[in-house]
């Protein structure tokens, strides 16, 4: 998967940057005050970067695809960590905020409460998660070769529930791109704060 968002990476970029992303950021400004640092793990070409630190917030972005990282650094100006979410070790960090937009949609079911569980360790007490997965039932290979899993709210919620995540507010948005996708969207917080 990685390879993908390496090869194609302008491709993808070309996609993406351009959608506003003020339909499900916006919620974000009133429950985060400003100055407040938020990671936007699965950063793409930095479009929620860019949005986020021109509404003063405190951006850094996390990517695994070198040259989407170099795009968001150049446009947002933003530092971009490199890694692979799955084994970073996110305890070495510590945000306010975390910002999922689709970055998880090609982790299995069976790993999403690992995966999402280590990407947690950088959250502050009191921190906000927004987490947005493609809503539906099973598995989506599509023409590129990428994997999609998707959700229902049934499935998901109980996860977010065990790893003491805590629901402000949620949501279902369509895909900005047209593709007929409906996104599961939850604002979130820690529940041990």
């Known amino acids: ?35 407040s640092r938020i990671l936007d793990v699965g950063c793409g070409s930095g479009r929620d970067l860019v949005w986020l630190a021109r509404r003063g917030f405190g951006m850094t972005g996390f990517e695994g695809s070198e040259r ?50 280590g990407i947690l360790k950088a959250l502050r007490p009191g921190g906000i998660v927004l987490l947005s997965l493609k809503k539906g039932d099973g598995i989506e290979d599509d023409p590129t070769g990428r994997r999609f899993y998707r959700w229902q709210p049934a499935i998901l ?22 593709t007929g996708d409906t996104w599961l969207t939850r604002y979130l917080y820690r529940g041990d704060a």
Do not use: N, W
Not at 5 to 28: I, N
Not at 161 to 176: D, F, I, M, N, Y
């Open 68 to 117: 989407l990282a170099e795009l968001a650094e150049a446009r947002s100006g933003c530092p971009v960590i490199r890694g692979d979410f799955k084994v970073f070790d996110f305890s070495v960090l510590s945000f306010d905020g975390l910002l999922l937009v689709a970055a998880l949609v090609h982790v299995p079911h069976r790993e999403l409460a690992e995966v999402l569980g």
């Open 157 to 178: 919620d109980p996860i977010l529930a065990q790893l003491g995540l805590v629901e402000c507010c949620g949501t279902e948005l369509p895909s900005a791109l047209g």
């Open 1 to 35: 998967m990685a390879d993908y968002y390496q090869h194609f990476a302008d491709a993808y970029d070309g996609r993406t940057f351009s959608v506003d992303p003020t339909p499900f950021l916006k919620p974000l400004l009133e429950m985060l005050p400003a100055g």
